[in-house]
């Protein structure tokens, strides 16, 4: 069997969502809340090889697995999530914000019983007036870990583990400058762009960040220079904010 992409359109996209939000509704009827569309579609910024991502809102204790799968040629994604745990996950700051806080806040609504979506944006404004701390706090650690595993593959001679651990520094690291930015991911491909756009990050951040990642030709001993340097300037933006990732104790 030959697995192919096809190329589709905006509309085609669109399309598609509207066939499956009726099946969707066919099929689970009352217990459905809302029908949107996210991801690149949503903000027509889907291109010819884009997946369709969805989520579906159900009532509290309604439990429907999430689909993946491939359709003539389409990436359909169709997340279910109950009400509660919806609403939650849009309220809070966590180390992934960066990357979930679209989906909360640009969709394209095909279906919405009695009104629902108000209360998803009400969620989201308390999310935007939360705190970040402690999810800088838990991207910090995470990147200081992932220091610890390039200077291990740097010891022990693993260049193909430099490299790929040098790319994870580089990510944990552009998380941290969204968090500290208090900007989110619009769209998975413009991942760098916004990060690089920033108003607040290391000077030479994006030369860093290149060289970690090995988005232009370096050396291993480069590849570790730049990221250890990285992951200085990035922690020096994080103590300023008054976080400390360090204890004198161990806590239990």
Not at 71 to 91: K, M, P, T, W
Not at 229 to 247: F, K, T
């Amino acid at each position: 069997m030959t697995v192919e992409l096809r190329k589709l359109t905006h509309k085609d996209r669109l399309n598609i969502g509207q066939q499956i939000s009726k099946r969707v509704l066919n099929k689970y009827g009352d217990a459905v809340l809302t029908v949107f569309i996210c991801g690149s579609t949503a903000k027509q910024l889907d291109r010819p090889y884009s997946d369709l991502e969805m989520i579906v809102a159900v009532r509290d204790g309604v439990e429907i697995p999430m689909k993946y799968y491939l359709c003539n040629g389409l990436v359909v994604e169709i997340d279910y999530l109950q009400e509660s745990n919806f609403l939650r996950g849009a309220r809070r700051v966590t180390q992934n914000w960066p990357n979930e806080g679209d989906q909360y806040r640009n969709r394209l609504v095909i279906f919405e019983r009695e009104g629902w979506m108000r209360r998803l944006d009400e969620a989201v404004r308390e999310s935007d007036g939360a705190d970040f701390t402690e999810a800088i706090r838990w991207a910090s650690i995470s990147v200081t870990e992932s220091m610890g595993v390039l200077r291990n593959a740097h010891l022990t001679g693993d260049m193909i583990g430099v490299r790929a651990r040098g790319r994870i520094v580089a990510g944990e690291g552009a998380i941290i400058v969204f968090l500290l930015n208090r900007r989110y991911v619009t769209t998975t491909s413009w991942f760098w762009k916004q990060a690089f756009e920033c108003p607040w990050k290391p000077n030479d951040f994006e030369e860093l960040v290149k060289k970690s990642a090995s988005f232009t030709p370096a050396s291993p001993d480069e590849i570790v220079k730049a990221a250890e340097q990285l992951h200085a300037e990035i922690m020096e933006m994080v103590e300023s904010r008054g976080i400390s990732i360090e204890s004198d104790e161990l806590i239990v």
